[in-house]
């Protein structure tokens, strides 16, 4: 597997295992779906003050959250020197391939973006222009 491979499964996992599985939970929480006591207040409010206009902003509002935090984390990730990102990748049974990520990327952050970046390539989420 080359290391740009390893790069996109790093952001496949990404995409898939943090930013499809937070708005998935928050769509949950609010149709009503989340049973918990604090969710349920949340889809309770919700539904009494909001008409469905603002129900979609709210949506659109967390995506776009959901999405800086990933970019700022990313960032972050690369500008910090003690920071590295050590991606393994076994699959070919047995022959363990280890990359830094951010040696890799030319900007992490900047990988979410564009029209092959990781959130479109790999997400079922739209991504919502902030």
Request: with cysteine.
């Amino acid at each position: 597997m080359t290391e740009s491979d390893m790069l996109n499964k790093f952001g496949k996992m990404l995409i898939s295992q943090v930013r499809d599985e937070t708005i998935e939970q928050w769509e949950r929480i609010l149709s009503g779906q989340v049973k918990s006591k604090r969710a349920l207040k949340i889809y309770s409010e919700i539904q009494l003050e909001f008409d469905e206009q603002a129900k979609t902003l709210v949506t659109n509002l967390l995506t776009q959250a959901v999405d800086s935090t990933l970019h700022n984390f990313l960032y972050m990730c690369e500008q910090e020197d003690n920071i590295d990102i050590i991606f393994k990748d076994d699959e070919d049974g047995g022959n363990v391939e280890e990359i830094n990520i951010k040696e890799v990327s030319d900007g992490l952050s900047g990988e979410l973006y564009t029209e092959d970046g990781w959130i479109l390539s790999y997400s079922t989420k739209p991504y919502v222009e902030p």
